[in-house]
């Protein structure tokens, strides 16, 4: 599995390039069958991963957040999270996140300016990097859906943020922080009121602070997620389809511009 997925990862680097050296090169009519097979690749990335965390092989969790202050880059740390959440997810849960997990501090405001440096680096130079911290697009105009960050890597439906996404992005970050919770021990205090936060908003998930635990939070979030899923999951493949036809690269990972009223004449 390993093997498997370093060989997509390169892959995915390697269309990024051959996409990037297309555009460059003035040789657009290659790019909309590299992209083709870019989001194809990302779409096997996301299942192997998936694969990886529902395993039972003792392997260590997805990106483990280190314990202690860290000493990596603030888009790292973001990016940290990104991926132990699985969904575009707003500055301040991800400070709380990073917070329960490490001694370092991420100020959330500063978050707004990292997406936008983030634009600016792959303007200058698309691809040029291995991910992006972006922005999540909403299913009817594929605007920039203000508050919310996600990942480059990510497949365009999975940052498409529909009526019912909030709730099922909502329920999925808890199944997959509860989840890395179980696979790296007893929570501390910080962790223990991150996932009583959850379990507030999860029916069922616990009655009180002491009974947040993990499985009882996975449990009652994935009986809501079946009631959402399937239709959010359609919606946002469906905008998603339409968006990479009329999209162009800046504007499928940071949004389009948004719509103005045109004034009619007196």
């Not at 007893?186 to 993990?214: K, M, V, Y």
Request: proline share 6%; glycine share 6%.
């Amino acid at each position: 599995m390993a093997e498997a997925m370093d060989e997509l990862e390169d892959l995915i680097s390697g269309l990024r390039v051959q996409i990037r050296r297309a555009l460059a090169n003035g040789r657009r009519a290659e790019v909309p069958k590299l992209r083709a097979e870019l989001h194809a690749a990302e779409q096997r990335w996301d299942t192997g991963l998936q694969d990886i965390e529902g395993s039972d092989t003792g392997r260590a969790p997805l990106a483990p957040l280190p314990s202690g202050a860290s000493l990596l880059p603030m888009r790292e740390q973001v990016h940290q999270v990104l991926t132990l959440l699985g969904a575009p997810t707003a500055p301040k849960l991800i400070v709380a996140v990073h917070e329960a997990f490490n001694a370092g501090e991420l100020v959330s405001a500063k978050l707004t300016s990292l997406r936008r440096d983030e634009e600016r680096s792959f303007r200058s130079a698309p691809f040029a990097r291995p991910y992006y911290l972006c922005s999540a697009l909403a299913v009817n105009q594929w605007v920039s859906v203000r508050g919310l960050l996600a990942v480059s890597t990510w497949s365009l439906d999975r940052r498409m943020i529909g009526p019912l996404s909030p709730r099922v992005d909502f329920l999925s970050g808890a199944i997959r922080l509860a989840q890395h919770v179980e696979r790296t021990g007893d929570p501390g205090p910080q962790t223990s009121r991150l996932l009583w936060r959850f379990a507030t908003n999860i029916p069922g998930a616990a009655e009180s602070f002491g009974s947040a635990r993990p499985a009882a939070i996975i449990a009652a979030a994935r009986a809501e997620l079946e009631v959402h899923d399937d239709s959010d999951r359609a919606q946002r493949k469906a905008a998603a389809e339409a968006a990479r036809r009329r999209l162009d690269d800046v504007q499928q990972l940071f949004g389009a511009q948004p719509l103005r009223a045109v004034r009619s004449a007196d």
